[in-house]
Structure formats: C-alpha cells, structure tokens
C-alpha cells in the first residue's frame, strides 16, 4: 500500500508540473 500512495503521489506531481510548465512558457511568451 504505501508503493502504491507514493506512485500516485509521484503521478500527482508530475501531472502538475507537465500542467505547471506549458501555463508558465504561454504566459511568458
């Protein structure tokens, strides 16, 4: 159980960075 809390913990952030990253490089251009 806790692989499985920390590989969706780990899918979280990264969805929130691939999120994050795309918003942050429109807003600056």
């Not at 809390?5 to 691939?18: F, V, W």
Request: proline share 3%; hydrophobic share 30%.
């Amino acid at each position: 159980h806790l692989r499985e809390g920390t590989l969706k913990e780990n899918q979280l952030q990264d969805g929130s960075r691939l999120t994050l990253l795309p918003s942050v490089e429109t807003g600056l251009m």
